[in-house]
């Protein structure tokens, strides 16, 4: 059975830093393209983050370049979102996926093979 669990997030101050991490079990980590997508109230889940296996060039939601990094430790079986000088417009249920397309980026959420369930991440002004 593949399980994807969120953790790390919570509440911090506008200009304040977090990391999110995904355990991961059921799947070989390092044969999937991983992920990170958010959602606030009233919006579509947006992608913010992406890895391919080859862990060349992350792709980039625009709102968060230069502050979000996206990694992974395949051995561990986990990936992490390092998020700096958060804004409270990134407020939102931030969830990892993991997907098998080579291709995978931030506008692949749609058929998603993977998803966690979830961890909110809010920042206060």
């Known amino acids: 059975q593949v399980r994807l669990m969120e953790s790390g997030g919570g509440l911090v101050q506008s200009g304040g830093s977090l990391r999110l991490s995904c355990t991961t079990s059921?799947?070989?980590?390092?044969?999937?393209?991983i992920g990170w997508f958010r959602q606030a109230p009233g919006k579509d889940r947006e992608g913010v983050a992406c890895m391919a296996t080859s862990e060349i060039r992350p792709t980039y939601g625009d709102s968060v370049k230069g502050r979000f990094a996206i990694s992974r430790d395949n051995a561990k079986n986990i990936m992490y979102l390092q998020m700096d000088r958060l804004k409270p417009e990134d407020t939102a249920v931030y969830y990892c996926a993991a997907d098998l397309r080579p291709a995978y980026t931030i506008v692949s959420r749609d058929n998603t093979d993977y998803w966690g369930q979830g961890t909110q991440v809010t920042v206060s002004s």
């Open positions: 059921g799947l070989p980590l390092d044969n999937y393209a």
